[in-house]
């Protein structure tokens, strides 16, 4: 399975940004898809996952109301649509993908994952 992130950039606090990930070299309907993020000198953090059913979604708690991640099937693509951002929001952000375990804890958990993108940059300025 191969994963492209793409849509990040720079922006100011308050704006919209939407983040696009890619999926190719598997059916699209078997992976489970998962947004991460990491900022400069601190851990991977979970943000947002969807199932491969585009079911049941996951988010962190600082995501919750002003993110929401969907998929388009027609696209073999997952978004993450980010709203209201804040300065904190900067991070590189990973999609990542997942073909067998999924939901409750494993959803958060990067070990979970077996595949991921490259990660694309979104700063937001104060």
């Known amino acids: 399975v191969q994963l492209q992130a793409s849509g990040g950039g720079l922006v100011q606090a308050g704006d919209s940004l939407t983040l696009s990930c890619a999926v190719s070299?598997?059916?699209?309907?078997?992976?489970?898809v998962g947004w991460f993020r990491q900022a400069p000198g601190k851990e991977r953090e979970f943000v947002a996952a969807i199932s491969r059913s585009g079911g049941p979604t996951y988010y962190s708690d600082s995501a919750k109301g002003r993110i929401a991640i969907s998929k388009d099937n027609a696209r073999n693509t997952v978004f993450l649509q980010m709203n209201s951002l804040k300065p904190e929001d900067t991070a590189v952000y990973f999609c990542a993908a997942s073909l067998t375990f999924f939901g409750g804890s494993y959803t958060r958990t990067p070990s979970t994952y077996d595949y991921w993108g490259q990660g694309t940059l979104v700063t937001v300025s104060s």
């Open positions: 070299g598997r059916p699209f309907s078997s992976a489970n």
